[in-house]
């Protein structure tokens, strides 16, 4: 298998851990969305990262289905989600919230980095915005002060969540500073978690790169 996209992708990023948490052998094809936008066209005709490429020269686009063709892969024993559908809930709530987040932080930065500053729409990066805060502090609430967020085994709510916190925290910490009715460490449990899962072998096989 060939993972194309960078370490600095959130989303590029939570398929490679779980690449390595399952121990699946795969080479990583490193382009930039922007800059090797043609190359990544021809792969992906969406033009978007992660790109997995198959063994058969199958491509899979978008992380969460890539995720659900590797949990097929690696079996129900080894899956990162429980397979018991009442089992599988909250971890899916934790994941879609998570990955929502990573959404919209990349979106931030679109719109306030890549477009020109005349062009900025300051009621959308006000909603974006909006969507963050709200977004980490359902995160903050759901998430354990120790352990990982389903209890005893890691998952891809875990993954999705230290990924995203990670992503956020190297390219705009000031999303994660305390305000209003937060604490004075900001999202306390939330920096945590993700410091915690950091410190695992997967994490650190595929750690987050600047782009």
Same mark, same amino acid.
């Given at each position: 298998?060939? %993972?194309?996209?960078?370490?600095?992708?959130?989303?590029?990023?939570?398929?490679?851990? *779980?690449?390595h948490v399952y121990e699946l052998p795969f080479e990583h094809n490193v382009i930039s969305a922007?800059?090797?936008f043609d190359e990544l066209l021809a792969l992906n005709p969406l033009g978007k990262v992660p790109a997995l490429q198959l063994d058969d020269g199958s491509v899979l686009a978008d992380s969460t289905l890539i995720?659900?063709? %590797?949990?097929?892969i690696a079996g129900a024993e080894k899956a990162l989600l429980p397979?018991? *559908?009442a089992a599988r809930a909250g971890p899916l709530a934790h994941m879609g919230v998570a990955a929502g987040l990573a959404e919209k932080a990349v979106e931030f930065r679109t719109e306030t980095v890549r477009r020109p500053r005349g062009k900025i729409d300051g009621p959308r990066v006000n909603r974006i915005l909006a969507q963050i805060a709200a977004a980490l502090r359902w995160l903050e609430a759901h998430?354990?002060?120790?352990?990982?967020?389903?209890?005893?085994?890691?998952?891809?709510a875990d993954i999705a969540s230290a990924v995203t916190v990670t992503f956020i925290a190297n390219r705009n910490g000031e999303h994660l500073a305390a305000r209003g009715n937060e604490t004075e460490q900001g999202f306390a449990k939330l920096i945590a978690h993700a410091r915690r899962c950091e410190m695992m072998a997967a994490f650190e096989s595929a750690p987050f790169m600047q782009g």
């Amino acid at each position: 298998m060939i %993972l194309t996209g960078q370490l600095d992708s959130p989303f590029v990023r939570r398929v490679a851990i *779980a690449l390595h948490v399952y121990e699946l052998p795969f080479e990583h094809n490193v382009i930039s969305a922007y800059d090797d936008f043609d190359e990544l066209l021809a792969l992906n005709p969406l033009g978007k990262v992660p790109a997995l490429q198959l063994d058969d020269g199958s491509v899979l686009a978008d992380s969460t289905l890539i995720l659900d063709y %590797l949990d097929r892969i690696a079996g129900a024993e080894k899956a990162l989600l429980p397979g018991d *559908a009442a089992a599988r809930a909250g971890p899916l709530a934790h994941m879609g919230v998570a990955a929502g987040l990573a959404e919209k932080a990349v979106e931030f930065r679109t719109e306030t980095v890549r477009r020109p500053r005349g062009k900025i729409d300051g009621p959308r990066v006000n909603r974006i915005l909006a969507q963050i805060a709200a977004a980490l502090r359902w995160l903050e609430a759901h998430t354990p002060e120790e352990g990982f967020i389903s209890g005893g085994e890691i998952t891809h709510a875990d993954i999705a969540s230290a990924v995203t916190v990670t992503f956020i925290a190297n390219r705009n910490g000031e999303h994660l500073a305390a305000r209003g009715n937060e604490t004075e460490q900001g999202f306390a449990k939330l920096i945590a978690h993700a410091r915690r899962c950091e410190m695992m072998a997967a994490f650190e096989s595929a750690p987050f790169m600047q782009g």
